[in-house]
Every structure is written in C-alpha cells, then in structure tokens.
C-alpha cells in the first residue's frame, strides 16, 4: 500500500492516535537498536558516528569547506571542524587550498578514508541483507514514507 493510499478515518486524526503512539514507539526501540549496532560496527574501524557522517559528506560532495559541511547537517562550524581536524591528523581527510577563499581550506577525502568508508558501507549492506528478507518491498516503502511524513509534521510542528 503506498502513503498516499494511507488516510486517517476521521479528518481529525482521532483514530490515528492510538497507532501513530505505536509507530513512535517502535521507532525509537528501532533507533536504539540501531544506533548500538552501528557505534558496535564503527567501533571496530576507529569512527565514531558523527566521523562517519562527515566522512560520508566529503564523499559526495567530493570537496567541501568546513562551513560547507556544517551547513549541509545543521551543525555548528566549531563542532564539524572539531570532527574534521583529527580526522586530518588520523590520514583520512586531508586539507588542501580552496581559490575561492584564503583561509577556509577545502576538505577532501584521503585515500585512507576513502577505504575506511568503503568497510563501513559494505558492512552496513551486509546487514540490510540480513534485514530484508520476508520485508514486503512495497509494504517497506511505504513505511519509509510514513516515517518521513511524520518527521516533517514533527519538524514544522508549532511553527
């Protein structure tokens, strides 16, 4: 069943409540389980997860600045170049001139970064397989959707 097939009974949301407590509930035992297993696989190469997330931003954005980066996850400038100063000192970034601006260097993936990234995903795709088997793909889908839809309302919530 895909999200847009998904509709509250009532337009007030009243019999949503009950089951939207439930998907909360299971989302963050979900996350704790998750987040355990991730710290436990990341552990075993040296990361952290937050070092994990930055090392995976330079991946794709292939060369960013320090502020670049802060921006794309909505941290703090101090905290990221925090993470990414022992990753320089570490071989698995490295610094290199930016043209665009004298003192805000472009961060870029070392080669020892580069491989360290590559044992984490491929670990981290080793246990979607283990995961994924007897998951309806369509019924999987659409539970990514719902999740995502209740992050918005959450995040917009208020405003």
Known sequence: ???????????????AILPLGKVIAASRSLFRGLEALSEALLKKEGLTPLERTILLDVRKLRRATVPELA?????????????????????????????AHKRSKLVVLAEAGEVIIRRVMIREGEILKHLAPGLDAAGTAAAGEILAEIRRRVETFGD
């Open 71 to 99: 921006r794309t996850r909505g941290f703090s400038r101090q905290h990221v170049q925090a993470t990414v100063n022992p990753l320089v000192a570490r071989g698995l970034l490295e610094f290199q001139p930016n043209p």
């Open 1 to 15: 069943m895909a999200y847009a097939d998904v509709q509250l009974q009532r337009d007030d949301g009243r019999d």
